[in-house]
Nanobody, 119 residues
Framework: VQLVESGGGSVQAGGSLRLSCAISGRSNENYFLGWFRQAPGKEREGVAVLDSDGITKYADSVKGRFTVSKDSAKNILYLQLNSLKTEDTAMYYC???????????????WGLGTQVTVS
């Protein structure tokens, strides 16, 4: 499984970005796809998870502002970031696992990340 993130950048507070994660390799009927972020000096935290049944889960800090979705035909996972705040500044990673999870330690496949900077 390979995961490649893109779409990060620098944006002013209140702005928007859309992150993409291209997924390739072995596919599973059941899966859990997650977006995580890690700011300097902080632990990697879950932002949003989407499972193969279309069920989503969001961190309280991003509810109502971020939206996770997937284009199954292209096998791309998206994260729409709206109303960005300075505290959203972090490296954003996508991850995949066959089993339910929310913590970073529960996901086995990771991309290299894309930087989001909000000023």
């Amino acid at each position: 499984v390979q995961l490649v993130e893109s779409g990060g950048g620098s944006v002013q507070a209140g702005g928007s970005l859309r992150l993409s994660c291209a997924i390739s390799g072995r596919s599973n009927e059941n899966y859990f796809l997650g977006w995580f972020r890690q700011a300097p000096g902080k632990e990697r935290e879950g932002v949003a998870v989407l499972d193969s049944d279309g069920i989503t889960k969001y961190a309280d800090s991003v509810k109502g502002r971020f939206t996770v979705s997937k284009d199954s035909a292209k096998n791309i996972l998206y994260l729409q970031l709206n109303s960005l705040k300075t505290e959203d500044t972090a490296m954003y990673y996508c991850a995949k696992e066959r089993f339910p999870g929310w913590l970073a330690a529960e996901f086995g496949y990771w991309g290299l990340g894309t930087q989001v900077t909000v000023s």
